[in-house]
Every structure is written in C-alpha cells, then in structure tokens.
C-alpha cells in the first residue's frame, strides 16, 4: 500500500506533519479525518517534486464529451442486458479517444479477470475522479448500475454545458481584447516610428504624453526588451500555475476568484451549482451523505470552499444536521441552506439539491449575460482611450508647431 504525506491541523489549532499507510487517498483523508484533524495537503510519498508538478502540467486527459458519451452507451448496454465484458470490448473499440481506449481495455482485463468495475476504474484516477468511482460502487452495491451510469452521464452533460457557457460568454470579450492589442502593436511598430522621426526633427518642446509614447515606441522596437517582456510573462504565467499547486496557494487565489470584483459573483454560483448537483447526483445513487460530502469536498474546483465542506462534515460527525453547518460557512447563501433544511425535513434532499443546482445553472446564465453586456461598453472605453491617448500624442506637437508658426 502506497505511503502518504499528510500535513494537518489538529484539534487544539497547530500544525502536524507525518506519514500515513493507506490503500488510496480517500481511504488517507478517512483515518486523519476519524482522528479529527483538519487536512491542509495530502499526497504519495515522492511525489511532491517539482519536476513531478511540472509534468502534471502537461498530461494528457481525456476529454469530458467522450467521457460523457462513454457513460451513456456503458448505461444503455447494461441495460439492455450486456455482460460487463462484452459491453466494455464494444465501447473499447469505437471510442476515438485514444486514452480512454487504452483505459478501457485495461479495465475490460481487470474485469474478465474478477475485478469489481469500480476497483478497475479505480486504476485510472486521472481519468475516472473519485465521485464516478464511488457512484459506480454504488450501483455495483445496489443493483443499478445501468442507472447510475446514466445520472453520470446527465451529471457530467450539464456540468460541461456549464463550463461551456462560461467559455463562449468570455469567448467574445477575449476576441476584442486580442484586436485591441493587435491594433496598438501594428500602430507602435508601422505607423508612428514615422511621426517619432519627425517630432525629433521639430524644434518645439513636446508635450508630456508625446515624450511617454516615444518612449514606450522606441522600447517596443528593441528585440532584446520585447524578448524580455514575453520571457517575464511565461514566467509569471508558469510560476502562478506552480504556486496553485501548493495548498496555501490554491487556497490564496481560489480565495481571490471568490471575492474579485464583477468575476467574483460569477464563480460562486458556479462552485454552488457543482456542488448541488454533484452532492444531489451522489446522494441519488445511494452514496452516504458522509461518504458524499468527502466526495464533493475533493471534486469542488475551489479550495475555500472544499475547505468549508470538510468543516461541516466534522459538525455532521457531531450529530448536527446539514444546513447549520452549512450557514456557518458564510459562503452558501440563505436560500440555499432553507432549502436543504426543507430537504432534510422531508427526507428529499437529493431532489431538492437538484433543484438548487438547476436554479443557479439559471443563474449563471442570467450574470454571464449581464457580465458581457458590461465588459463591452468598458472595452470599448479602454480601446477608445489608448486610442485616444496615442491620437492626443500624435496631434499634440503638430498643434504646437502650426501654432507657432503664425
């Protein structure tokens, strides 16, 4: 069994650091969770290197419409009364996607050879998360896989019809965004070098703006400064995405996403809509609300509010019921933690998640369209004053210079 680096915080409030033995990182996050600690990192021994990091960067993962396809057929065929083999060698060879392929051989072995499904899945961690996992242990434990199958399928569709929003709504702004530098580099680099030679050539005083942009010209013209500034740029891009590897710094800017102005809004009916529909897709499927919320906790996206799910599993462990915890974390607004009290009363909290989960879909749409409707007005402010700016330092000197002459 794989060795475990765990660093915590322990009941009385310090920092513990050590080792732990366990069959995966759920079965990890368990025993220190039964010893009441709050977990801050947890990974396999070996495996917190910086070059390991780094490749993480990189590796290839399956996209999530295969995925998703993949789920749906798995369902239909179990349901039409397929063997686990068979099913699985059908879907092995029609799958385009060449990783998912290979995962799915490999599993149909691990099968054939007596392997419970979710155990083979289990093999493949960075294709299958622990919430498919646990659901397709649960229908294995229930007798419904075919069902299970097909909440994940529904599950993973809306979850990439909301991510697919957010793209094509930022889609727009990114594209004006990209014209905009382009028509300030195209301007700096072809046209006003030429009005930079003439204003040297002019015997007035230039005027403060006209200085600045010659400046900023003249610095965009060296190859070894503009290579200089591309190299600054990777760096920081590539240091910020090594620093979100870190807990406290995945902590630190998913705390940031939550709380930036206009975006911050955005992101937080997004991280309650996943964590609706993800807890609500469990608890539907037959996962314990315990065993469900350290699901969710890992498959959250955000870091504060995994945070806050870890807390309230420790209250729930406490015997308090779901929505107080859940109010205490200042993150969940009113309407939600209601009606999952409402839920809990009437023994349908699964429904009632869906329904939270489908209203801040709604609401998500309703702030992306909002949010566009305001980042075009202040672009197109933003373009109109670097124009502006660089109009005013062209004319400025040439005013001077006709008025000067009369």
Known sequence: MPTF????????????QGEIVAKNEMDAKTQLIRQN?????????????????IG????????????????????TM??????????????????????????IADVKKEVEGGKALSAALSKHRHIFSDLYISMVKAGEIGGMLDEVLDRLANFMEKDFQLKKKVQSAMTYPAIILVLAIGIVIFLVT??????????????????FITQV??????????PLIVASLIVLAIVA?????????????????????LNIPVFGLLNKKVAISRFARTLGTLLSSGVALMAALEIVSQVAGNAVISNAIDNVRTK?????????????????????????????????????????????????????????????????????GMVGFIVLAVFLPLYQLITASF
């Open 78 to 103: 179990i349901n039409a009364g397929l063997s686990l083999v068979r099913a699985l060698d059908i879907l092995a060879e029609q799958t385009e996607d060449k990783i998912l392929k290979a995962a």
């Open 37 to 53: 600690y709050k977990i801050i990192s947890l990974q396999v021994k070996g495996e917190a290197g910086t070059v390991k990091k």
């Open 237 to 257: 891009v590539f240091g910020i995405n090594l620093y979100y590897q870190t807990p406290v710094g995945k902590r630190q800017i998913d705390l940031i996403m």
């Open 5 to 16: 680096v765990y660093r915590v915080k322990t009941p009385d409030g310090k920092d513990k």
């Open 316 to 384: 729930l462990r406490e015997g308090e019921n779901l929505s107080g915890p859940l109010t205490e974390t200042g993150i969940f607004p009113p309407m939600v933690t209601q009606m999952i009290a409402v839920g809990e009363e009437t023994g349908n909290l699964d429904t009632m998640l869906n329904k939270i989960a489908d209203f801040y879909d709604t609401e998500v749409e309703y702030t992306l369209s909002s949010l566009t409707s305001l980042i075009e007005p202040i672009m197109i402010v933003g373009m109109g």
């Open 190 to 207: 072809y046209i006003l070098p030429t009005f930079v030679n003439l204003f040297r050539e002019m015997d007035v005083k230039l005027p």
């Open 56 to 75: 993480a960067l990189f590796k290839p993962k399956v996209n999530q419409q295969s995925l998703t396809i993949f789920s749906r057929q798995f369902a």
């Open 213 to 222: 942009l010659i400046t900023v010209v003249e610095a965009l013209r060296q």
